[in-house]
């Protein structure tokens, strides 16, 4: 069965910290790794991987895939308190059905 | 600004009744899922049409059904609603870009089920 598993479920830092959050995964005909910040209702898109060992970056975000090893890990660097919301991994396969992991709830405090 | 328009925002329903949701998502965007959220989990995957049929369904029960039509739009259905229905449901337009299907999701409309 597809599994997306993330770690950790939840985290609290102050503001300036650096985050590291895991997702590990085992889906069949994989075609994409996504990642999505949810603060309130819709899913806002971050990066969508397909390779791996190439880091994408958008500011203080990046993230990078290894496809050998079956995981993903999305950085946050210098957090700030808008940066508190569930974060969403999720596996795109072939069929264009998204496989999401629970998610890892950050909270960050001034 | 996201593209993908669900209404109603939220809404409560007695155990029992029937419900339909809808979705709107942008022309060219041949293909839409809707997906549960329970709280405190990840989206699951209901099911995806592509052009007005249903091409994927994940371990939902029949009593959840959709459409889609040719202008883009979307419905879910969900007939005897049960206490466990209560949820929020997205709907998620997919689209092909440079690396592979982008997906992008509506805003939700949260359901209760009393």
């Known amino acids: 069965e597809d599994k997306v598993v993330q770690s950790p479920l939840s985290l609290v830092v102050h503001e300036g910290d650096t985050v590291t959050l895991n997702c590990s995964y085992e889906v069949t005909n994989f075609r994409s790794l996504l990642w999505y910040k949810q603060e309130k209702k819709a899913p806002t898109f971050l990066f969508m991987l397909?390779?791996?060992?190439i880091e994408k970056k958008s500011g203080r975000l990046s993230s990078i895939l290894d496809k050998k090893e079956l995981f993903s890990i999305l950085n946050i660097t210098a957090t700030q308190t808008g940066d508190s919301a569930v974060y969403l991994c999720a596996v795109g396969r072939t069929s264009r059905q998204l496989t999401f992991g629970s998610g890892t709830q950050l909270t960050v405090l001034p | 600004e996201t593209g993908v328009t669900q209404s109603p925002t939220h809404l409560i329903k007695t155990r029992g009744q029937q419900v339909t949701l809808r979705c709107s998502s942008q022309?060219?965007?041949?293909?839409v899922s809707w997906y549960q959220q329970a709280l405190g989990q990840g989206p699951q995957f209901i099911f995806q049409?592509?052009?007005?049929?249903?091409?994927g369904r994940g371990n939902f029960p029949p009593r959840f059904s959709g459409l889609q039509f040719p202008n883009y739009s979307s419905e879910l259905n969900v007939n005897a609603l049960e206490l466990d229905d209560s949820a929020l449901y997205l709907c998620?337009?997919?689209?092909?870009?440079?690396?592979?299907?982008?997906?992008?999701f509506g805003s939700g409309t949260r359901l209760t089920v009393v």
């Open positions: 998620a337009s997919s689209w092909l870009g440079t690396e592979g299907y982008g997906y992008t």
């Open positions: 397909t390779s791996s060992g």
């Open positions: 022309s060219g965007h041949n293909t």
């Open positions: 049409y592509y052009r007005e049929e249903e091409n």
